[in-house]
């Protein structure tokens, strides 16, 4: 590895560890950044990388969320009489029940949105092109409903989540810690991941799912196991986010299609779809643009971010990477030899006189 | 000489329009067979069928003596009968290397090897069929960027890197220079002879398939017209009544 690569990462992970001790009044607002880059990297998996653009993948998010709770309220308490009391049960957790309620709900989590990404995905995965996006956004849309009419699990009112025994500043940077940890693993995994058969794969369904079939490639298998992935982090971020909130709610907080779940997809289109490192940095600048139009230009903040999608979309659809790799292929690695023995091959002497003209 | 194609008795039909009716031919292992017809004649329409595209409406197919009439498109794939397409079907965006890396026969894959990198081997044998094909100099560069005809050679060597036992080639000169075409020809043969692949080639250029094929069958209006040598195929008079019109 390059020597200003390893700085690139270094400088990236010593700022995260450091952010909550040197802004402390900004760690909610970081831990959020943090969950937004996580959201346009496992947005990218099936939508840049694989060529099936979902607005549904928020609701692997609520659905951790409320697994997440679930799992935690059940370490001491009945969950139907809990909701069904409306904060007046007020929960009283020794550390040792939070903290292991709180590993199990996330593992939980994690679980349970591989669960739902199987199950959707043999439902959704017969669909392509816009009719998986409008297909998947109705499966988000309807899991909101039905959940918000689900009394077990407090309906439209939520659930209060247990309380985080200790200072609000320990609690703050606790989150914050967890949300960092579970971007940059996402991150790490996902570098991994694009490196072996399996990006190859994902990338021949993208480009053209019909060849991919012919040449006999598990296309079903790949795409399931593609939207697992993404619903394994989301799932757990769900659940962390959760906790940090303190308040587990169907429509704003757990299931928010049109912010949230729009967010990832448009962070991903600005930083550049089906690139490792666009997602990271369309979800940084998107997420800063917004919270600096929300505290200099209030009332004009959904304007800004409106206006930073029309761009995008009209003049920039490959994103900022995709436009970059466009405009100098070499320093993406597309290059042609020319060193080779020119009578090499016949497709050699057909291309040549369109380079001698460029 | 066996056969390892067995179409019996096919029948096809969309809406109101019949593209093929009873059609029974056989390709024999180890040969290059031809498929010829005038336009619309069903040639497309009997290869999608034996690739398990669409259902057949009658009549079944059979693949080394194993029924595969209603099996997927990947399942066929997988048991060693590929295609191409009459269009080129590449993966635009990535490059020609990783065309061919992902074009590995797929049958000996498992849920395990997914998360795997592809062994130096099969580097090598990319490079080696990207040479052979004359695209190694253009081995980095996006496949959506090489020419029509460059794109057909790759999607032929990406043909030849999933070793399979059958290939069915749809128009493989089609939109590709006369200088280019003898080449070609040539490496089709190549592949027959030193790979040991056996080919079912569609063509409407008289002289390339009379060249190559050792078997003809032709189509007109979705029915088998006749078959035999190219010499007999060439001076059949319905043969040459289907593609001129007769009166």
Not at chain 1, 136 to 147: F, I, N, Q, R
Request: proline share 4%; net charge neutral; charged share 15%.
């Amino acid at each position: 590895m390059k020597a200003s690569v390893v700085a690139l990462y270094a400088g990236i992970l010593i700022a995260g560890i450091v952010a909550p001790l040197v802004i402390p009044n900004y760690t909610f607002q970081v831990a959020v950044l943090w969950m937004m880059i996580l959201f346009a990297l496992t947005w990218d998996i099936a939508g840049g990388q694989m060529g099936y653009n979902s607005l549904g993948n928020i609701l692997f998010f609520g659905a951790g969320m409320y697994i997440s709770a679930v799992v935690q309220i059940s370490m001491g308490y009945d969950v139907s009489e809990y909701t069904a009391a409306f904060g007046a049960i007020k929960i009283d957790f020794t550390d040792t029940q939070y903290f292991t309620g709180l590993f199990l709900g996330v593992a939980a989590a994690a679980i349970g949105g591989v669960v739902c990404a199987l199950l959707l995905g043999l439902a959704v995965f017969g669909l392509r092109g816009p009719y998986f996006a409008i297909g998947t956004l109705g499966c988000a849309l309807a899991a909101a409903e039905l959940v918000a009419g689900w009394d077990y699990v407090g309906g439209g009112g939520g659930i209060s989540m247990p309380v985080f025994p200790g200072d609000p500043d320990v609690r703050s940077k606790f989150f914050y810690y967890m949300c960092f940890a579970l971007a940059i693993a996402t991150f790490a995994f996902l570098k991994w991941l694009y490196s072996t058969r399996f990006g190859l794969a994902i990338n021949a369904i993208r480009d053209n799912e019909n060849k991919a079939e012919a040449m006999g490639v598990h296309t079903k298998r790949y795409k399931m196991v593609a939207w697992s992935i993404a619903a394994f982090f989301l799932g757990m971020i769900g659940a962390v986010f959760g906790n940090m909130v303190g308040f587990v709610e169907p429509l704003e907080v757990a299931f928010p299609t049109i912010t949230f779940g729009i967010f990832m997809v448009a962070m991903a289109l600005l930083g550049g779809k089906g690139t490792l490192w666009g997602p990271v940095l369309g979800a940084t600048l998107f997420h800063v643009v917004k919270e600096v139009t929300w505290t200099y230009l209030l009332g004009w903040q959904w304007v800004a971010l409106g206006a930073i999608i029309v761009i995008n979309v009209v003049y920039f659809q490959q994103g900022i990477l995709g436009w970059a790799a466009d405009k100098w292929p070499e320093k993406f690695g597309v290059t042609v030899e020319r060193d080779e023995d020119p009578d090499e091959g016949d497709g050699q002497r057909q291309a040549q006189p369109r380079e001698a003209t460029s | 000489m066996s056969a390892l194609i067995d179409v019996r008795g096919v029948s096809k039909s969309f809406g109101g329009v019949v593209a093929n009716r009873d059609v029974s031919l056989s390709v024999p292992d180890g040969g290059i067979t031809g498929l010829i017809g005038p336009n619309g004649s069903g040639k497309t329409t009997l290869f999608n069928s034996i690739v398990g595209t669409h259902p057949v409406d009658d009549g079944s197919i059979a693949f080394m003596g194993q029924e595969i009439t209603t099996f997927s498109v990947q399942k066929i794939a997988r048991l060693g009968l590929l295609r191409t397409f009459q269009q080129t079907h590449i993966y635009g965006q990535m490059n020609c290397v990783q065309n061919m890396l992902i074009s590995i026969p797929h049958r000996r894959e498992r849920p395990a090897t997914m998360f795997t990198r592809f062994p130096a081997s099969v580097y090598g044998r990319a490079d080696e069929l990207l040479e052979f094909v004359g695209l190694y100099s253009k081995r980095k560069l996006l496949a959506g960027d090489l020419s029509f005809g460059q794109q057909k050679l790759l999607e032929f060597a990406m043909a030849l890197m999933n070793e399979p036992r059958v290939l069915l080639l749809d128009e493989p000169t089609a939109g590709i220079n006369p200088t280019l075409i003898n080449g070609l020809i040539d490496r089709l043969k190549r592949a027959n002879k030193e790979l040991g692949i056996t080919l079912f080639v569609i063509e409407h250029n008289m002289r390339v398939i009379m060249n190559l094929a050792d078997h003809i069958y032709c189509l007109a209006h979705g029915e088998l017209l006749a078959q035999g040598a190219p010499q007999d195929v060439q001076n059949n008079q319905l043969v040459i009544d289907a593609y001129l019109g007769a009166h």
